[in-house]
């Protein structure tokens, strides 16, 4: 049994699987999507211990300043929703963090690792929250369901 910001959590517990076999489809679906934002809320925690073990000594601000700095790409709303959503998208996707991170880690350049971490974390807190990623057609139509 694990504890996670005060909730325990059983690695095996019978009466989820029964739940999921069992269960109508409006209850699967509402119980994976829940099963998806814990994935994600770990990842979440995983990115912030990663990135608090980098040898950066920022002030905490500068830290939530660029925590908050990936939501700059829905300016691409303010032209139309399609080139929202490729900016938007752009600016949360993991594949993008990953490759900060890698650049960071064989360079040697923390700030990379970073911004990658920054942007892992991000991305991922977005997801627990049931923002996705988005589709050209409209803001609250996204990766995760509408808005």
């Given at each position: 049994?694990?504890?996670?910001?005060?909730?325990?959590?059983?690695?095996?517990?019978?009466?989820?699987?029964?739940?999921?076999?069992?269960?109508?489809?409006?209850?699967?679906i509402s119980l994976m999507k829940g099963l998806l934002q814990l994935e994600e809320l770990a990842v979440f925690a995983a990115a912030v211990f990663l990135l608090f073990q980098l040898p950066l000594h920022l002030s905490w601000w500068v830290y939530i300043l660029l925590f908050?700095?990936?939501?700059?790409?829905?300016?691409?709303?303010?032209?139309?929703?399609?080139?929202?959503?490729?900016?938007?998208?752009?600016?949360?996707?993991?594949?993008?963090?990953?490759?900060?991170?890698?650049?960071?880690?064989?360079?040697?350049?923390?700030?990379?690792?970073?911004?990658?971490?920054?942007?892992?974390?991000?991305?991922?807190?977005?997801?627990?929250?049931?923002?996705?990623?988005?589709?050209?057609?409209?803001?609250?139509?996204?990766?995760?369901?509408?808005?």
């Amino acid at each position: 049994m694990f504890i996670i910001a005060g909730i325990s959590l059983k690695i095996w517990n019978w009466n989820l699987l029964l739940h999921l076999i069992l269960a109508d489809a409006d209850s699967k679906i509402s119980l994976m999507k829940g099963l998806l934002q814990l994935e994600e809320l770990a990842v979440f925690a995983a990115a912030v211990f990663l990135l608090f073990q980098l040898p950066l000594h920022l002030s905490w601000w500068v830290y939530i300043l660029l925590f908050l700095s990936p939501d700059i790409g829905m300016i691409g709303y303010l032209m139309n929703s399609r080139t929202g959503a490729i900016t938007y998208n752009f600016t949360h996707h993991k594949a993008l963090a990953i490759c900060l991170v890698a650049v960071g880690f064989f360079t040697g350049h923390e700030t990379f690792q970073l911004y990658g971490f920054l942007l892992l974390a991000h991305s991922s807190f977005d997801r627990v929250l049931g923002f996705g990623l988005k589709y050209p057609d409209a803001f609250k139509h996204t990766s995760l369901g509408n808005l």
